[in-house]
């Protein structure tokens, strides 16, 4: 990129930052307050907590494709690395071993936490996935674990198990009136199952991230 | 009116979305059969939709059953419903070919993951036509951005890479431009809900909301490839391997641009006027200079492309024509179905072209008309659509904006207009002039499945024919609610 | 002045730094970068402009949650491109030439 395209691109930023602030600034209040609607619907949402209520619940539909996208990037990560075999992991120091083995199951039972946590406090499925995938990591790191190379039947199931259950249940729900129609009454029960199943997936498409990637150029 | 539970407008999305997760499920490779099969489904669907749209008019389907501002709602009128059936068409008849495609052995590698990210694209898509909600319309265009990337990738080759890297940083720049008009949006109404929004916009406009018009229109024009962003697009969809390139030039584009003109004739309805010129302009530079080069190119893929620059300037041009008569509406999207149409046919026709030749350029062209002439006449057929000529659906969209600019006397349009119809005949007569020499004596053709030619011959048959029914189109779109 | 506005304002010339960045920066991996800055940014104006009255608003919190997760598949989508990309070529830039930045 030349001088004058770069010097004209860093004015524009700039003139677009300076106008952000002035609006900003001089924005009167908004006219709809969206936050009394929700505490005024949250018992009908089957949990306890605003946001899990909103991403699950009101704003469900958003969180659908929201793990259909890190499916894609997944998908689209496999077509890159074409399939190549699986690098053997590297070799690690013992303590960084002897640590990750010893982390393990409180990683387990911190996601298992935040996944039941979720209902009434911050917490949830992503929170809870993204812990399963850093554990996963860790064991990569440390030389515990391999890199996966193109995934089996069994873990192409655990990578779409979420993503299936979640649709299933939306789809189920058109017989209320319109998709994810929960009826006020089993609400909690099928947010749960639908928090499980995604806590299982994206763990480990979270993992796969990292994993399917790491490794091949070693 | 149909059962609840089986309202087309949901299972226009759930079904995409379940055969992409089961066949990647199904495994490397796998999938095609499920496809063909849910996407005549998904045709029914559509068809199904538009008849109870003319039956009963525009409907909302609420998500979680909450309705707007608290939930998502999913809005069945007129414009969405065309271009779901656009979409619809378009996919069943690329993905029959696809099946052809990639059965040959040079090809059989890239369709590894092509059958779930198609999927997934098209359920993007159908999300994305059905969506009324602000902040939902951007995760749909990231689905849909992300699932174009992968698909521009499946090729694997350098180009291919390169091409996929540069779409992609291009696509998210342009998403994360709309996320912050979104934000912007939030923070002046505390909603997103693109109804509840109407009134509060005419209302009270504050500069944070033109400010954030702007950025929404500017990262839709970039994901459009409107003339000065169309840069990304000829590498893209030039190196893609062709039933990827057909599905992103007749179908992805036109997702940001039926984002822009939703915007454009919702909620910023008041503030369109001052940019129609800015936008009327950049359409006429881009159907000159992309036309121009299509003349110039030497690859017959980026041929094509270079000609989707240069037809999507055509939608762009209505939007200082737009009044309450609704001719330039019309146009715009007649424009967008024939495009749409004739353009998958020419991609379809290309990649028949390559395979049958063995190489991607117009000169190694020679001798090509005898031996897929099905394929040859396909392309003419797309091409009186691209150029505009009667009776195609091309004509007819080109005809209506001819007329919408003389009533509103706006001579200048027209001239742009005729200049794009014969650079456009242009470049098609080089492909085809090109086919009719003889062939070189070395040049040797390889047999080419014949589903696949007449995939190609379909849709550039529907994108002449669709001209003698555009009444009936038009009809469809009149209904608002 | 209310904190949230506080945290808008800063998201808002965090975008336009990241925004200005990506067009610039030659290196792919500074790209994707400055894409997550103003992401960020993108997110900081969605959650602090909505809560500049004091009052917590869970919806904006929602969808930046959405929002992450997206960022996050589109950054490990962009980094997966851009190794291979460097597997391929032996380049970090897109555009030869560049590759002193």
């Known amino acids: ?218 | 009116m149909t059962e609840a539970w089986l309202d087309p407008a949901a299972w226009l999305i759930v079904l995409p979305l379940l055969w992409a997760g089961l066949a990647f499920l199904a495994g490397p490779g796998r999938g095609a059969r499920l496809a063909i099969v849910a996407l005549a489904l998904q045709l029914a669907l559509a068809l199904k939709l538009a008849a109870d749209l003319t039956a009963t008019g525009a409907r909302v389907h609420a998500v979680g059953g909450w309705g707007a501002p608290l939930g998502i709602d999913l809005m069945i009128d007129g414009l969405s419903t065309v271009l779901l059936l656009l979409t619809q068409v378009v996919a069943v008849a690329l993905a029959v070919y696809a099946q052809g495609y990639f059965a040959d052995a040079h090809h059989r590698r890239e369709a590894t993951w092509f059958w779930p990210l198609a999927g997934f694209l098209l359920a993007a898509m159908n999300a994305l036509f059905l969506s009324a909600d602000l902040f939902n319309l951007y995760v749909t265009l990231e689905l849909l951005g992300l699932a174009a990337v992968g698909l521009v990738a499946v090729g694997g080759g350098t180009a291919q890479l390169a091409a996929a890297m540069r779409y992609l940083l291009v696509s998210l720049t342009a998403s994360g431009a709309y996320l912050l008009g979104v934000a912007l949006v939030y923070g002046a109404y505390g909603t997103v809900s693109i109804a509840t929004l109407g009134p509060l916009v005419a209302a009270q406009l504050p500069l944070a909301v033109w400010l954030a018009a702007g950025l929404m229109l500017v990262g839709l024009m970039a994901k459009t490839a409107l003339f000065p962003f169309h840069f990304w697009l000829p590498p893209a969809h030039g190196s893609a391997p062709a039933p990827v390139s057909a599905l992103l030039s007749a179908l992805v584009v036109k997702a940001s641009f039926y984002l822009v003109l939703r915007l454009w004739l919702g909620p910023f309805a008041s503030l369109g006027s001052t940019a129609a010129g800015l936008a009327g302009a950049l359409g006429a530079a881009a159907i000159l200079w992309g036309s121009w080069q299509a003349l110039r190119a030497q690859r017959l893929k980026q041929l094509v492309a270079w000609s989707t620059v240069a037809q999507l300037g055509y939608l762009f041009l209505i939007f200082p024509l737009l009044t309450a008569d609704g001719l330039a509406l019309q146009a715009g999207v007649l424009q967008t179905v024939a495009h749409g149409l004739a353009k998958a046919a020419l991609f379809a026709a290309a990649g028949v072209l390559m395979l049958a030749t063995g190489r991607d350029t117009v000169e190694g062209l020679a001798g090509v008309a005898g031996r897929v002439p099905l394929t040859l006449f396909a392309f003419g057929l797309a091409g009186i659509t691209i150029m505009g000529l009667p009776p195609s659906a091309g004509f007819l969209a080109k005809w209506l904006l001819i007329d919408a600019a003389l009533e509103s006397g706006q001579w200048g349009w027209i001239l742009v207009i005729i200049a794009g119809g014969l650079l456009a005949a242009g470049y098609i007569f080089r492909v085809l002039r090109q086919a009719f020499l003889l062939a070189p004596e070395e040049s040797r053709f390889h047999p080419v499945p014949r589903r696949l030619e007449w995939m190609a011959f379909v849709l550039a048959a529907a994108s002449v024919l669709l001209g003698l029914r555009g009444a009936e189109l038009v009809a469809l779109l009149g209904i608002t609610p | 002045m209310s904190t949230g506005l506080l945290y808008a304002l800063a998201g808002v010339v965090l975008f336009a730094l990241g925004a200005a960045g990506v067009i610039v920066l030659a290196h792919l991996l500074r790209k994707i970068l400055a894409f997550n800055v103003m992401g960020s940014g993108a997110f900081l104006v969605l959650v602090g402009l909505a809560q500049r009255t004091g009052v917590p608003d869970p919806v904006p919190q929602a969808m930046v949650l959405t929002g992450i997760v997206v960022a996050v598949a589109a950054t490990a989508l962009a980094l997966g491109l851009a190794r291979a990309w460097h597997a391929r070529t032996g380049r970090g830039t897109l555009t030869e030439g560049e590759d002193r930045d």
């Open chain 1, 1 to 218: 990129m030349n001088r004058l395209a770069r010097g004209v691109t860093v004015g524009v930023g700039v003139a677009l930052a300076v106008a952000l602030v002035v609006a900003l600034l001089e924005l009167p209040a908004a006219a709809i307050h969206l936050p009394g609607t929700v505490a005024q619907h949250l018992a009908q949402s089957g949990v306890e907590h605003p946001v899990t209520a909103v991403l699950l619940n009101f704003r469900g539909w958003d969180t659908l494709l929201e793990v259909a996208v890190l499916l894609l990037a997944l998908l689209t990560l496999l077509t890159l690395s074409g399939g190549q075999a699986a690098v053997a992991a590297v070799e690690a120091d013992p303590l960084l071993q002897g640590l990750a083995r010893k982390a393990l199951p409180l990683i387990i039972l911190m996601a298992g936490y935040l996944l039941w946590a979720g209902a009434h406090r911050p917490g949830g499925a992503f929170q809870a996935g993204a812990v399963l995938a850093a554990g996963a990591v860790l064991l990569q790191l440390a030389g515990l674990l391999p890199a996966w190379a193109a995934p089996g039947r069994l873990l192409r199931l655990g990578l779409t198990l979420g993503f299936l259950v979640f649709l299933a249940v939306a789809a189920a729900l058109l017989g209320q009136g319109a998709l994810l129609q929960y009826p006020p009454a089993s609400a909690g029960g099928l947010i749960l199952l639908i928090e499980a199943g995604l806590t299982l997936s994206l763990g480990l498409i979270l993992a796969g991230l990292f994993l399917f990637v790491t490794g091949r150029r070693a």
